[in-house]
């Protein structure tokens, strides 16, 4: 299946990768039409700017309840295009609404300050950078493009959005609806195009002063690159190699109950992936025993069956690459062997389908171990002690997320506190939340989305000093 072409001028199919299926063949924009969005994003600028705070709020508020009275809608076509879960489509656009609603109600609070200085008056505003590109991926297309529109309309900017080339279809939809709730035309522009032509226009454009990016590492790396020209202000949320370290003392029913959704949620298609798995070396055997029973009822079938657990992957292109991981000689720089411990079951039939896979004990040097793999494929390593848990858990060039499961408060605090990433949880694997940040350190990125932190990725302080000599 060929999902996409690039280019200018070119045309994509957008597939469903669960059936094959093509849902919708659409122009892609190339850098004219890019160009174009990104002016009609200049000149909706002053527009939006002059939009009273409390009247930006309410039409915030009216764009989250649009998403609210359009949730079901949304999700199936999340669905139909990703191949996610109904159930987890029906939560992501829920969280989409709730950072609208969030971010509505920081319009008129992201307050500056009066200084304290000699000889006047000295004030802070936090302005608006302008137009905003969000270069969002195909994992959690909705929610994700709206950690960005959200904090970024709420503060002034306009936004163009250029979801991946796989999943444009959500994004469509969330324009027309800002629209029908009255935000201004240009507000909200979205340019469906390839990564290497509407993504890559977008970064070297003069008029863009900022480049929120979710993505690959390796692409990162170039948007950053290419960003200094133009002394762009640029956040990056990339990928990850998680650690879920379970200690001898947690709760290891709830901590393995817990660990397929933790690395086999959204097809282990997600950056906050617990894809490796540490557990403290007395209890081996029996965390391996439970967490084989807890793989087995992981359920892998039709994403649009309320209660399946686990589609299949965004395209088949990455059924290959996700198999690269695994399989003989795989066992690098060794070359020994990658045999699947626990192998859960998928569907018979078209789609892009990858089972649950789980390597133990796994080498912390072999590839599957240390590359984000982005498939449903867990390693299991064992550690003895807690500084061997914190060695083995900063062994990583990334450092998004984490767990960490202990019944003994203090260590955990020690371990948060020594884990080298981002967002880490103590006996739970969620890291997202709309009210609090998120963002990575190290090759995992840097800026933080979500929470009040946000607002200070799409604003700039002005100093102002007024003599009263
Ligand atoms: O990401 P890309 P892909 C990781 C994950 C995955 C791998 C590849 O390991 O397997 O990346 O996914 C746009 N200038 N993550 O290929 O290419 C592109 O069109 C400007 C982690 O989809 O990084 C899309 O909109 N933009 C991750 C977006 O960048 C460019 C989420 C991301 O695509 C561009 C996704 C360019 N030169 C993948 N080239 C996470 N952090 O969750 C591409 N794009």
């Given at each position: 299946m060929s999902e996409a072409s690039t280019g200018t001028g070119g045309r994509m199919r957008v597939i469903n990768p669960a059936t094959g299926e093509l849902l919708v063949e659409l122009p892609l924009a190339g850098t004219e039409e890019t160009d174009e969005a990104v002016a009609r994003s200049v000149e909706a600028g002053p527009v939006w700017r002059a939009v009273a705070p409390a009247d930006r709020a309410r039409l915030l508020r009216r764009f989250a309840t649009g998403v609210e009275e359009h949730a079901e809608e949304l999700a199936r076509l999340e669905t139909a295009n990703v191949g996610k879960p109904i159930a987890d489509s029906r939560d992501e656009i829920a969280m989409v609404a709730e950072v609208l609603h969030f971010y509505a109600g920081a319009v008129d609070k992201h307050r500056g300050d009066t200084v304290p200085v000699a000889g006047g008056v000295d004030l802070t505003f936090h302005e608006p950078l302008g137009v905003v590109a969000a270069i969002v991926p195909w994992n959690f297309p909705a929610a994700i493009a709206s950690w960005k529109i959200g904090p970024a309309l709420a503060t002034g900017n306009t936004v163009v959005v250029k979801p991946s080339e796989l999943t444009p279809l959500t994004a469509l939809r969330l324009r027309d609806l800002a629209l029908e709730a009255g935000?201004?035309?240009?507000?909200l522009e979205v340019v469906v195009g390839s990564g290497p032509v509407a993504g890559a226009r977008l970064v070297e454009h003069p008029d863009v002063a900022k480049v929120a990016f979710t993505g690959s590492t390796a692409v990162g790396r170039t948007v950053m690159a290419a960003a200094a020209a133009t002394i762009k202000r640029v956040t990056l949320e990339l990928g990850g190699k998680s650690a879920n370290i379970v200690f001898a003392d947690a709760d290891l029913e709830r901590a393995a109950d817990a660990a397929p959704a933790g690395v086999f949620g959204n097809a282990g298609q997600d950056c906050c992936a617990r894809s490796r798995m540490l557990v403290e070396r007395p209890v081996w055997d029996r965390f391996l025993d439970l967490l084989g029973d807890s793989v087995a009822r992981w359920r892998v079938g039709d994403?649009?069956?309320?209660?399946?657990q686990m589609g299949p992957l965004?395209?088949?292109?990455r059924q290959a690459v996700v198999g690269s991981f695994l399989g003989s000689g795989m066992g690098d720089p060794g070359g020994g062997d990658v045999v699947p411990r626990f192998v859960g079951q998928v569907p018979a039939g078209p789609g892009a389908w990858f089972p649950p896979t789980v390597v133990?004990?796994?080498?912390?040097?072999?590839r599957v171990a240390r590359e984000e793999i982005f498939g449903p494929v867990a390693v299991v390593i064992p550690f003895d002690g807690e500084e061997d848990a914190v060695r083995l858990a900063n062994d990583t060039t990334y450092g998004l997320a984490g767990s960490i499961w202990t019944r003994d408060g203090a260590r955990a605090l020690r371990m948060a506190r020594a884990v080298d990433a981002g967002n880490l949880s103590v006996n739970s694997n969620g890291s997202v939340r709309v009210q609090t940040s998120f963002g990575g350190r190290r090759q995992s990125g840097f800026g933080r989305e979500l929470g009040l932190e946000a607002l200070a990725a799409y604003t700039e302080v002005k100093n102002v000093f007024v003599s009263t000599a």
């Open positions: 935000v201004p035309p240009g507000v994403p649009t069956d309320p209660r399946t965004v395209s088949t292109d133990a004990p796994a080498d912390p040097t072999w």
